[in-house]
């Protein structure tokens, strides 16, 4: 059998399984999920199938995610697939309630086209939003009017009123421009740059020295380097730096030597558990302390790096034995052999200055100089593009197909929250009839799928207040101690930061598939492996450390 035929049979059975979640009667499991749900569900297993199996490029399969988000699940999708986003008729009926006695039947007519249209225009409306938009329409019309929309029976029709959530064009496209790309696009920029002025070899040189020659320890060198920098710069600005300082070491190993694959991934491993270890190491932790906070809970900075760095130091050496063990190693020793100094040119000088300033900026952070990691990576495509430090042929030379596949993971997120899947899938869970301890292991199973699939922050942006909440009313309750929600909390964070089993999953994964050494494949097994083992040793240390009194 022939690849091309393996290739077809892959696609097929993956388009009969994600063709069968159209015809799953979710209704009748309890979940109301409507006709736009049911495609980006199907959607989902769709990417998610293809990105494993792979029988097409993983890039293309994005594209495909983003054609198919814009044609059936958009506000411009295909004629014959949009729906009705509301219920006209109950619609209608509750403008003219309001309206009745004390609204002429010209404005009421015209109200409804108003409204009509907004409703066609706003995605994630809810009763709520539904209410606030007709309140503002009514007021100069009538008080009166405007007045009963918050009487008991009329707020009781507009919980009532079902809204179905479209994915907006805009929204899709703009994944292609997302400021996470321009991350990426600055960290090829800084790689090709080191590359091409000799900068990489020089600086792998210096930072590998102190760990000897034997690859193995070679690679966890590279890896606690790497955390410590994630610990305080975003995950992505480390992987970006580190991968274009790898370059040189990799071209030590021969073609056929797995070890290569172990190196470069290594990296984005690194990368995602350094980030756990400090409140500013990434997005989630410090959405954690913020919920904690507005529940009257606080941890210090200092008491989260008591757990958070004995977490990241288990996890490397976990994640090291583990890529060891996959990715056998046949090289012997690891030397770089650089001849030369620095080089003095002009050219090069500005690269170093470049580069330079550009870690430093992503080291200092946002509180020191107001600039996000997205911003400061425009600098250095600024300043090459105009010195001529990368020309037309260098461009060439990009992993451009890298941005279609990160592009086409940030339309899936948009997909599960435009739609309000992923709210309304999170809102269907019964987490308040669920004892303490099955609630931090079964909502960080849920934490942990989700972050597979969905960017770190959108994961627990949307999980955390939901979970605060009911640990607020279980404290409140006395179903579960203050320890007990602080515990859950940081398990939450901690899992929103493990999802690491594909190249969509984060930002350092992509950029080191965009390496070319690493397959899916073997990212997924390894990820996953790391995935499951670092929620039971999360789910470990919350249970012990809220026992002992840690967390007070």
């Known amino acids: 059998m022939n690849s091309t035929t393996k290739s077809l049979i892959k696609i097929l059975i993956v388009l009969l399984i994600a063709g069968s979640m159209l015809f799953i009667p979710f209704e009748s499991l309890g979940v109301a999920i409507n006709p ?30 983003i054609t198919i988000s814009l044609l059936a699940m958009s506000n411009q999708s295909l004629t014959f697939l949009k729906v009705d986003r509301y219920d006209k008729a109950a619609v209608c009926s509750l403008i003219d309630d309001v309206c009745a006695d004390s609204v002429s039947p010209e404005a009421t007519a015209k109200l409804k086209d108003d409204m009509g ?10 009763a709520a939003d539904f209410r606030s938009t007709l309140s503002d329409k009514l007021m100069p019309l009538s008080e009166t009017a405007a007045a009963k929309l918050y009487a008991p029976e009329m707020k009781e029709r507009l919980n009532s009123l079902k809204f179905i959530n479209v994915m907006q064009q805009k929204s899709t496209m703009a994944t292609f421009a997302d400021p996470i790309i321009i991350l990426f696009l600055g960290g090829f920029f800084l790689a090709a740059a080191a590359t ?14 102190p760990f000897g020659t034997n690859p193995k320890f070679v690679m966890l060198g590279l890896m606690v380097v790497t955390a410590l920098f994630s610990m305080f710069m975003s995950n992505t600005a480390t992987a970006a730096m580190m991968l274009a300082i790898l370059g040189p070491v990799l071209k030590l190993f021969s073609p056929e030597d ?43 900075f200092g008491k989260w ?99 279609w596949l990160v592009a086409g993971g940030f339309a899936l997120g948009v997909a599960l929250q435009e739609t309000s899947l992923a709210k ?52 409140t309750a006395g179903a579960m101690d203050n320890a007990g929600a602080i515990g859950l909390l940081c398990s939450i964070a901690f899992a929103s930061s493990l999802g690491m089993a594909l190249p969509i999953s984060t930002p350092p994964n992509a950029l ?9 494949k073997g990212m997924a097994i390894s990820g996953t492996v790391l995935c499951l083992l670092g929620l039971v040793l999360t789910f470990v240390m919350m249970t012990v450390l809220g026992a002992i009194g840690f967390f007070g």
């Not at 293809?50 to 594209?63: C, G, Q």
């Not at 107001?370 to 461009?395: M, Q, R, W, Y």
């Open 36 to 65: 736009v749900q049911s495609r980006v569900i199907a959607l989902f297993v769709f990417a998610a199938l293809m990105w494993i199996l792979e029988p097409i490029p993983i890039w293309t399969t994005s594209v495909v995610v």
């Open 117 to 126: 249209e907004v409703l066609k225009k706003k995605t994630n409306l809810s």
């Open 196 to 209: 091409k002025y000799g900068l990489d070899l020089n600086l792998a040189r210096v930072l590998l020295k």
């Open 258 to 300: 797995r070890g290569r694959a172990a190196f470069a991934l290594c990296i984005p491993v690194a990368a995602n558990i350094g980030g756990i270890g400090t409140p500013i190491g990434t997005p989630p932790n410090a959405i954690a302390l913020k919920a904690m906070q507005d529940m009257g809970l606080s941890i210090s």
């Open 305 to 403: 790096m008591l757990f958070g760095i004995p977490f990241v130091v288990l996890m490397l050496l976990v994640g090291w034995a583990l890529l060891c063990v996959m990715f056998p190693i046949k090289q012997k020793e690891l030397k770089l052999a650089v001849g030369g100094e620095f080089r003095k040119d002009a050219k090069a000088i500005v690269v170093y200055i470049t580069f330079a300033v550009t870690i430093l900026l992503w080291v200092l952070g946002k509180d020191v100089h107001g600039l996000d990691s997205n911003t400061i990576a425009i600098i250095p495509i600024c300043v090459f593009a105009v010195t001529s430090v990368i020309t037309k042929e260098d461009l060439k030379a990009m992993s451009w197909d890298v941005l």
């Open 424 to 475: 309304d899938m999170i809102n269907a869970i019964p987490f308040a009839t669920w004892n303490p301890v099955m609630l931090m292991v079964g909502a960080g199973c849920i934490c942990l799928f989700m972050a597979t699939f969905m960017s770190h922050t959108a994961t627990a942006s949307l999980l955390m207040p939901i979970l605060a909440g009911v640990a607020g009313a279980m404290v």
């Open 512 to 520: 080191a598939y965009a390496t070319g050494l690493v397959e899916s």
